[in-house]
């Protein structure tokens, strides 16, 4: 079976921003553990701080990923792609986007 790993990155902001953020980010947090529970998928859960993008490659190459699936749904159209060309050269294998 294979095994994922959940990965929230933390950027270093002010604590009121970090709050709000960490309220509306924790319920998609949330669904996305109990769906795997549900399915029966074993996961882990880390917490990453910087930048999203070189958080989520450092933790790719640390543990042998074979794909990278970024839930970009709260993010803007410009967002998004600079995160996609910023992963897609950091990282070594496939990167998604989900929206």
């Known amino acids: 079976m294979v095994e994922v790993e959940v990965v929230e990155t933390v950027q270093d902001v002010s604590a009121d921003l970090r709050k709000r953020r960490q309220r509306r980010l924790s319920d998609t947090l949330s669904a996305t553990c109990a769906i795997l529970e549900d399915a029966g998928v074993p996961y ?24 990278v699936l970024v839930d970009a749904s709260h ?25």
């Open 44 to 67: 882990r859960l880390r917490h990453a701080p910087g930048p999203a993008e070189r958080s989520i490659a450092a933790c790719v190459e640390c543990g042998g990923a074979d794909i």
């Open 75 to 99: 993010l803007g159209f410009v967002r998004k792609w600079m995160m996609l060309t910023r992963l897609k050269r950091l990282c070594s294998v496939p990167v998604t986007l989900l929206h």
